[in-house]
């Protein structure tokens, strides 16, 4: 049957199983905002902003393994979704984009609201397509989907000039791709297993460094088995935690530069890094010079150019993390491979006097709220069973420090580029991944204007996000820096006017709370999340002057910490 | 050190434009890029010289491997290959220059393809060490235009390099 271009986007989607499409419209997809008019398999969900839909797309697909799916129109709706592309480039996070385009004989002619969407999306996407042909465009939709959610997932932007989705052509929507320049590999070589599973059973100093490439190949089962079963510490990046249960006594926790200080010095002195889907990205290596000096590592990566990027790695093992974390396993089995307490007992000794400064200590009289507080009282009352969203500065390495993420795909925030304005779109992705489970965004008074409008959309979708400020005053991150690095000159990090956010949450037609009392926050907490339908926006009064700690300064080593 | 990479891509509008956008990207620097369609016109085969330590070498082959447009690439520097590379030379002559001119076309097995009274437009074709050669060779007479085709390189295996 001849379908028109809108038409063939429609019943494409339907193939790849799309349910949710995030999006805003604009005169380039009129003609694709038209199909979706006419069919009710797929929810379009009308954000405010296109960064905020694509968050959106991105939230949806970290918590729930499945592609998200955004549109926006051509000119200032492709570029407003740059921001949410560039996030889900550098977090590998599987989106497919489309952009609506001026129609083909206007390309190249400055026309009203033309960008070169290809050109300004090339560095920052997995890779795009701009549609020359109607006949190319369903293909072109499958290809994309193969490619954004197989290898190192990715987004993938699809340009649509407007007069290809208004022509017509037979729809056939290819069963399989094959695509001579594209083949990722998915097993590491076998080799190369076997040698780290021969540096796994000489270690003496051994430790697991986890990161993002862990929850996105849905592979902490075999993750944890493994870990239990060598008796090994392990520690987990940002992108990586709930890959393994963090409340269990072989985790050390985070590392990195507000890492734990059992995770850093475990790194520092061991002498065997198992590094699996973690890149050795500067936030978690510190000075690279001063990394890891006595260790012999293996590395676990999809992505070849990951390894021996910045780190020179010993055993390299390219392929998908969880065939790869079965095939050690099963290579253990073969060998009946035991690994006697008996050869790390003196490391655990180390690692336990080091567990003894216990770094995430804080003081908390009670005189004002503690943001660290906040987060442990939001641990217990959500059972560490809630998906936690979060924007970018203090409250995010709060969180991470303090949530304790026992399940994968719990925790979902902007680590590789750290965009403020993730937090609150990403919650409405992942409540309507999964409308039944509680959700609360984290974030910061300065982060959270930076997409406040969403609101509007969680009011029109239902969406009961519990909404987690804590308010310092200040761009704390940014405070803090200024504090250590520039002899306290707060130049800019300071809202000298904040909206006043119950007014603001209750004019979206949602509930606001300003708790600014100690002995209110866990009843606050209490009352909010009992409100399961409703959106609850709590405006918590912190202190304004904390610090994350611990801290290692950018371009240090990793065992010269700032403690306290 | 200088390295050649021969690369097989998808002949494809932006194509080019994906490795380009990778080493500016990246802060890697070419050296010369010469890319033209093969015997299959779907490929487009590509020269790239480039400079950089083992570390930044070894990346650039993973980056350009990573390019969903890239087909297959092969570094030559390490194997037996040859490298070439055109350049046309438009030189000032006078009576007292036109001969040298001449001899020095002669003795580096270059051609002069057009004359005018004035002046000489030649082709050389060469490693490029060998045109650079050549190119002060000319002097006294005064070259007053250049332009090179980049290399092109290819490996003396028996085994072609190609899509499939
Ligand atoms: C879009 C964007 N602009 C600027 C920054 C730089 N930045 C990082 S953290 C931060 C301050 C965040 O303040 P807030 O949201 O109040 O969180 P807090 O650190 O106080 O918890 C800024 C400005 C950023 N990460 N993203």
Redesign the pocket.
Same mark, same amino acid.
């Given at each position: 049957m001849e379908l028109t271009g809108a038409q063939i986007f429609i019943e494409s989607l339907k193939k790849e199983g799309v349910t949710h499409l995030f999006g805003y419209p604009g005169g380039a997809v009129l003609y694709i905002y038209d199909a979706i008019y006419q069919q009710d398999a797929i929810q379009h969900i009308l954000a405010r902003h296109e960064q905020g839909a694509v968050h959106a797309a991105e939230g949806y697909a970290k918590a729930n393994n499945k592609p998200g799916v955004a549109i926006v129109t051509s000119g200032p709706g492709a570029t407003n979704a740059v921001?949410g592309i560039a996030d889900a480039y550098m977090d590998s996070v599987p989106l497919v984009v489309f952009t609506g385009q001026v129609p083909r004989e206007l390309i190249g002619n400055d026309a009203f609201q033309e960008v070169d969407t290809v050109g300004i999306t090339r560095p920052c996407t997995k890779h795009n397509f701009l549609v020359e042909n109607i006949e190319d465009l369903a293909s072109t939709i499958k290809k994309a989907f193969y490619i954004a959610t197989t290898g190192r997932p990715g987004p993938v932007v699809i340009d649509i000039p407007k007069d290809v989705s208004n022509e017509k052509t037979e729809f056939v929507y290819p069963e399989t791709v094959k695509m001579r320049s594209y083949k990722p590999s998915i097993k590491g070589n076998p080799r190369q297993i076997k040698s780290a599973v021969d540096a796994m059973l000489a270690a003496r100093k051994p430790i697991f460094y986890t990161g993002g490439g862990v929850i996105l190949s849905q592979a902490a089962d075999e993750l944890t088995e493994l870990v239990r079963r060598t008796g090994f510490p392990i520690t987990q990046t940002l992108m990586g935690l709930g890959g393994f249960p963090m409340s269990d006594p072989q985790s050390l926790a985070m590392l990195g530069m507000h890492g734990t200080y059992e995770a850093n010095m475990a790194m520092h002195k061991s002498d065997l890094v198992i590094a699996i889907g973690s890149r050795f990205d500067d936030r978690v290596t510190g000075n690279v010079e001063k990394f890891c000096p006595d260790a012999k590592i293996i590395h676990v990566d999809i992505d070849p150019s990951s390894i021996s990027k910045n780190v020179k790695v010993d055993v390299p093992i390219v392929g998908q993390v969880k065939p790869v974390l079965a095939a050690i396993l099963a290579e253990l089995d073969q060998r009946d491979a035991i690994f006697p307490a008996g050869n790390i007992e003196n490391w655990w000794k180390q690692i336990n006097e080091w567990r003894k400064t216990d770094c995430l200590n804080f003081d908390n009289p009670g005189d004002v709220i503690k943001?660290q507080y906040v987060l442990q009282k939001l641990h217990e009352i959500t059972a560490g069973d809630a998906y936690v969203t979060s924007?970018? $500065?203090?409250?995010? %390495?709060?969180a991470a420090q303090y949530y304790n993420f026992d399940k994968p795909n719990r925790w979902i925030n !902007?680590g590789g580029? $750290?965009? %403020?304005?993730f937090g609150l779109p990403a919650a409405m992705g992942v409540q309507l991944a999964y409308p039944e489970s509680t959700v609360a965004c984290v974030?910061?008074?300065? !982060?959270?204007?930076?997409c406040i409008q969403e609101l509007a959309t969680c009011k029109q979708y239902k969406l009961p996000i519990k909404v987690v400020l804590? =308010? =310092?005053g200040?761009?704390? %991150?940014?405070?803090?820096w200024q504090e250590f690095f520039y002899e306290g000159r707060y130049s800019m !990090?300071y809202f000298d006017s904040l909206p006043d956010f119950v007014m603001l949450a209750e004019s979206f037609g949602h509930v606001g709370m300003m708790i600014d009392q100690h002995t209110d926050v866990e009843s606050a907490l209490k009352e909010a999340f009992d409100r399961k339908d409703d959106l609850v926006f709590m405006d918590f009064r912190t202190d304004p002057e904390e610090n994350v700690y611990p801290m290692i300064p950018a371009g240090g080593g990793q065992s010269e910490m700032i403690l306290v | 050190m200088r390295h050649v990479i021969s690369i097989l891509l998808e002949n494809e509008s932006g194509a080019l434009s994906r490795v380009a956008g990778l080493f500016s990207a990246r802060a890697y620097n070419i050296e010369s890029l010469s890319v033209a369609p093969t015997v299959d016109p779907s490929v487009s085969r590509m020269t790239l010289v480039t400079r950089g330590d083992d570390h930044i070498i070894e990346q650039i082959i993973k980056q350009l491997n990573k390019l969903v447009s890239v087909v297959k690439l092969q570094e030559l520097t390490p194997v037996e290959h040859i490298e070439r590379e055109m350049v046309l030379i438009k030189a000032e002559v006078n009576d007292k220059t036109r001969d040298h001119v001449r001899m020095m076309t002669d003795i580096f097995k270059a051609s002069i393809l057009s004359v005018s009274p004035t002046h000489f437009v030649i082709e050389m074709t060469g490693e490029r060490r060998k045109s650079q050669e050549f190119i002060d060779a000319l002097a006294p007479a005064v070259v007053v235009e250049i332009v090179r085709s980049g290399s092109q390189g290819m490996s003396l295996s028996d085994k072609p390099l190609r899509s499939n």
């Open positions: 921001t943001p924007d970018v $500065g203090q409250h995010q %390495m709060w !902007s580029l $750290g965009t %403020m304005g974030t910061g008074e300065a !982060s959270i204007q930076m804590l =308010n =310092n200040y761009m704390g %991150m940014v405070r803090q !990090s | -």
